[in-house]
T-cell receptor, first 114, second 113 residues
Framework: KQEVTQIPAALSVPEGENLVLNCSFT??????LQWFRQDPGKGLTSLLL?????REQTSGRLNASLDKSSGRSTLYIAASQPGDSATYLC?????????????FGQGTILTVHP | DGGITQSPKYLFRKEGQNVTLSCEQN?????MYWYRQDPGQGLRLIYY???????QKGDIAEGYSVSREKKESFPLTVTSAQKNPTAFYLC????????????FGDGTRLSIL
């Protein structure tokens, strides 16, 4: 059974801090991994998709890395702001496919306080 | 703007009633998906469709039904056979091509009266 684990489950940091969210997966044959943000009561917003052939992907203050051999991805958030407070989820397509049905982690709830 | 529209935002179901959740996308995506989100359990796949007039069961399809008569639309019916329907339902879509991101609607929260 493919599993995705996100650690920590919750994180509270002061504004301005750099932080790292972790995502571990058991499927060593993934084609890509997607990071999402979810605000309370809202849908998921896609942040970054990193392909297995890439080591890193960047968007603004966000940087995602992927290491298939170790089964890990990290989402680095630089200079955190209160507006970054949300739940962050990682997910990857199943069964050795490059798109389609996703397996999700349970998310990390991030709180950035002023 | 292109996107995925889910309606209604909130829905209440009476005992023995079937209810239908709407999902419409104007992204010209081939594939569409329905997920259920429960507190502490993450997202679980209910049904998915790769192409019009074709769909497959996901991990938790019992008590649900779908149709895909148009590329833009993928409605989900929660039947009376689904005994624990209270949850947040999310619709998503993607291109059926390698390494294409999945996009999500804003969700429908279903509760029991």
């Amino acid at each position: 059974k493919q599993e995705v684990t996100q650690i920590p489950a919750a994180l509270s940091v002061p504004e301005g801090e750099n932080l790292v969210l972790n995502c571990s997966f058991t499927d060593s044959a993934i084609y890509n991994l997607q990071w999402f943000r979810q605000d309370p009561g809202k849908g998921l917003t896609s942040l970054l998709l990193i392909q297995s052939s890439q080591r890193e992907q960047t968007s603004g203050r966000l940087n995602a890395s992927l290491d298939k051999s170790s089964g890990r991805s990290t989402l680095y958030i630089a200079a955190s702001q209160p507006g970054d407070s949300a739940t962050y989820l990682c997910a990857h397509p199943r069964g050795g496919t490059s798109y389609g049905k996703l397996t999700f982690g349970q998310g990390t709830i991030l709180t950035v306080h002023p | 703007d292109g996107g995925i529209t889910q309606s209604p935002k909130y829905l209440f179901r009476k005992e023995g009633q079937n209810v239908t959740l709407s999902c419409e996308q104007n992204l010209n995506h081939d594939a569409m998906y329905w997920y259920r989100q429960d507190p502490g359990q993450g997202l679980r796949l209910i049904y998915y469709s790769q192409i019009v007039n074709d769909f497959q069961k996901g991990d938790i399809a019992e008590g649900y039904s779908v149709s895909r008569e148009k590329k833009e639309s993928f409605p989900l019916t929660v039947t009376s056979a689904q005994k624990n329907p209270t949850a947040f339902y999310l619709c998503a879509s993607s291109m059926s091509e390698s390494n294409q991101p999945q996009h999500f609607g804003d969700g429908t929260r279903l509760s029991i009266l």
